[in-house]
């Protein structure tokens, strides 16, 4: 498989400052729907000529806040990105996210495990609207058959990034 050239780029409208709108699910993987709601800031820059980009977080949780980091790289031969978490309350990287762009949505899966069992991940990135960004992550145990959303990010221009 032939990656497109273009999808090195696919990332390029996260780099920059950004104010993040989390939401996130209470208990996950319990039927809950009750949602917390708090802020966060992020930095993305370019690395690896393009290749890929790197972002640091501040995630204020209600019980605390914490620094996070996203490491995300582009394959050229394939067209698909792997992304990286790395959690400061656990420096590790977590399992990778994998996948692409397609029509303006960015979708990755990967596998991992929450409270000791194994479950799917999926990541969706889109763009609501031009200046800004939404992340949405969702948990499934029966492989892919359903999805629980269980948090989301919207992401607006710092503010000095919104005059630029």
Same mark, same amino acid.
């Given at each position: 498989? +032939?990656?497109?050239?273009? +999808? ?10 950004? &104010?993040?709108?989390?939401?996130? $699910? ?26 890929? !980009?790197?972002?640091? !977080?501040?995630?204020? $949780?209600? &019980? ?5 980091? &996203? ?21 590790? $990287? ?12 960015? &979708?990755?899966?990967?596998?991992? +495990? ?16 031009? +200046? ?17 959303? !269980?948090?989301?990010? !919207? ?7 919104? @005059? @630029?």
């Amino acid at each position: 498989m +032939s990656g497109n050239p273009d +999808s090195a780029r696919d990332f390029d409208f996260l780099i920059g400052r950004w &104010t993040v709108r989390h939401q996130r $699910l209470r208990r996950r993987l319990a039927g809950d729907t009750q949602w917390d709601a708090f802020d966060g800031t992020m930095h993305a820059r370019l690395i690896l000529a393009g290749q890929g !980009n790197f972002d640091e !977080n501040v995630i204020h $949780l209600p &019980t605390g806040s914490y620094q996070a980091c &996203t490491l995300r790289l582009h394959d050229p031969h394939t067209g698909r990105w792997s992304i990286h978490w790395i959690d400061g309350r656990d420096p590790k $990287l977590d399992p990778p996210m994998v996948g692409q762009f397609t029509d303006g949505v960015g &979708t990755f899966f990967g596998n991992d +495990s929450f409270q000791g069992r194994p479950i799917r991940v999926r990541f969706l990135w889109t763009r609501p609207d031009p +200046s800004g960004a939404r992340w949405e992550q969702a948990f499934s145990v029966d492989d892919g058959a359903s999805w629980e959303t !269980n948090w989301i990010m !919207n992401f607006e221009p710092a503010e000095k990034d919104k @005059a @630029a």
